[in-house]
C-alpha cells in the first residue's frame, strides 16, 4: 500500500496548534510521557503474552532504548512492546480524539495568563504522546504490532495531517522519532538526557538503556534507571525524592504527593501498596464515570488501571499501584471486578486510606485542610454510599459554619452547641457567604447557635442519610421551628429595641396571613409567622418533608426534573415594623386594597431573589417597586 495522508481529528488538530505555538516551561517532560507509553507498551504484551505466548516471538526480554543522531539532529525511544496495527496508529495518533484532548487544550489556555503555558500535565489528559511536537518539528513513529506479519510508519509535522506508509523495517514495538527543533538541541546531548531519564523515568520496571559509542564508534549499551518495580524495594531504601518521581509517573503530575502510603499486607490476602493522595485535583474528578485509577499488577505484571473493583469511587483522588500475588495472572479484567479476592483488597485498602487521613487530621489540622478543601467533597460522597464507613467518614469531614469561615469537624460543632440546643443546623446553597447572610439563619444568629454552611452538591444527599450526629437530630434550618422559640436570645432586647419589635396583634396577624395567602395563590405553599427572621420582614424556606430549594435547583440544572411543584413556605416576621404596618392596613383596608397586594407580590419577590431566584414577573416586579418607591419619596 502506497503512502496515505490522513487529516488530524479536529480537536486534536487543534491540541497539536496549541503544542506547536505555546512557549513552555518544563519541555523536558515530553521524555517522561514517551518512556510511559513505551513502558505501557511492554506492560501490555507482557499481559497478552500471558494468554497467547506466540505473541512475544520468542522474546520476553523487555526494554526501553534511547538513541541519538547529532547529525540528524533526532531523538529516538524505542521499545520491544506491543506496538500498534495500522488501524490503531490510525486512531490513538490522530483520528480519535480522547476524552481529554478538549479538557487538555481548555486547562492550558485557561493557564496562558503569563504567556508561557503550563503543559507538565498533559499526560493526566490522557494525550501524552503529542508533548513530542514541544520539542520536534517532525515525529515519525515506526511500528509493528506483536504478531503481525507488517509493520507501518507515520509520520507528521503536527500541523494538520499525518501520513501512513508500510515500513518493512519495522520489528516489533514502537520506535519513535523526534526530529528536533532548532531550539531543542538540547536533548541531543547524552548527559543531559540520562539526567532527564533519571529524574523522571528511574523507577520504572523496564531497563530504559541508552545507546552511545565507544572510542572506535562501535555502539554501546548502559542501562540509565534503576529498573525495578519501585513498590517492591524496602520503604527505607527509597528517597522521598524517588516517591514523587514515581507519583509523577502513575499521576502525571508536577505536583509533590500530599500523603504517601507504601505498605505490605499480610493475611488472608497478600499485596503491596503504594499510594499517594494528590495536593491538586486531577481535571477529570466531577466526570460522570467517577473511576478510581489504581494501577493493578499481578507478581510485578501489569493487568489494568480500569479497574472499578479496586477502591470505592469517593476515592477516586487517590493513586498509585496494587500488586498481588495471591491473584491469579490469567484472569480477565472482567471477570477480576467481580472476584471475591479484590473486594478484600478494597476493604483493606480504604481502611487504611482513611486511617491516614485521620492520623493527619490529628497530627496537623491546618495541614488536613488543604487536603479536604482539594478531596472533602468526594470524599463526602462516601457518608452517603458507604454505610459501613459513614461515622468515619463523618469524622473526617470538615464544614463551614455561620461562627468559622475555617472549616470545623462535626465534633468541634457539638461541642460548643448552645444550652438547651435540641439538634445540629445546616442550611445547604451554592455560596457560604450568602449563605451566612441569609435571612434564613438570623434567628440563629440573634441566638448564637452555630449552622453549618453545606455548599456542595454532594451534601442534598448524605444529609438525608444522616439522622442524628453526636446523638443529636442534624436539621435544615427550614425544620427548626419552634426549637428556635425555645432558645433565648444572645443578647438582650434594650427598650428601645423591644418597643421596635413588639409583635404584631395576634388577630391583625392571622388577617394579614389570610389576605397573603389569597394574593399569593399558588406560588406558595402556605404563609407562616415565624422566629427565624430577626431582620429581614420575609423568607421562603422548603415546606417540611419536601426538597430543599437548592436541591430542587441542582436538580432543574441537571434537567432531571423540571416539574417539581414549587411547595415553598413564605414565613413573615411578626416583629418587624413592615408586617406591622401591612397587618395594621390590611384590618383597616377593603380585601381587594391594590396596595396591599402590590406589597404581598414584592414581599414574595424580594424572598425569591435572596434565595438566588429572579422575580417571577420581572416587569410587574419592576412596576411594582416604582410605585411603591415614588409613593415612599412623595
Ligand atoms: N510506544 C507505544 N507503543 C504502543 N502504543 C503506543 C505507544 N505510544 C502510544 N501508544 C498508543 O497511543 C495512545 C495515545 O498515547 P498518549 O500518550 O497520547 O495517551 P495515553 O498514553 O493513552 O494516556 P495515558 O498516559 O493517560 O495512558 C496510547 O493509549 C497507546 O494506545
Redesign the pocket.
Known sequence: MSEETLSFQAEVSKLLDIVVHSLYSDRQIFLR??I???S??CD?LRYEGLTEPALLEGDATFRIRLSVDKEASTLT?A?N????SRQ?LVD??GTIA?S?TQAFAEAVKARQADDKADLSLI?????????SFMVADRVD?V?RRAGDAHGWRWTSGGSGTFSIAEAPEATR??A?TLHLREDAHEFLDEHRLRTIVRTYSDHIAIPVEFVGHDENGTPTLETVNEASALWTRPRDTITEEQYTAFYRHVA?GMDAPWHTVHFRAEGVMEYTGLLFIPQERPFDLFTPERKPRLKLYVNRVFIT?DCEALLPSYLRFVRGVVDSSDLPLNVSREMLQEDPRLRKVRSGLTRRLLDEMARRARDNEEDYLTFWTQFGAVLKEGIYEDFERKDEILRLARFRTTASTTPVSLETIAGRMKEGQKALYYITGDDADALARSPQVEGFLARGIEVLLLTDPIDEFWVSAVPTVHDKPLKPVAAAGADLDALPLTEPETAEEAQERAPTDQEQLDRLIAALRATLGKDVADVRASSRLTDSPVCLVAKEGSLSPHLRKLLSQANQSTDLPDDRVLEINPRHGLIRALAKRCAEAPADDARLQDAAHLLMDQARILEGDAPADPVAFARRLTAALASAVS
Open positions: 510521557e514517551l510511559s507509553n513505551a505501557d507498551a501490555k525511544i521499545d512492546g506491543i506496538g500498534m490503531e490513538n495518533l480522547r481529554g499526560g493526566q489528559f490522557g494525550v501524552g504522546f503529542y508533548s513513529v511500528t514495538g514502537a519513535i502525571h488501571d
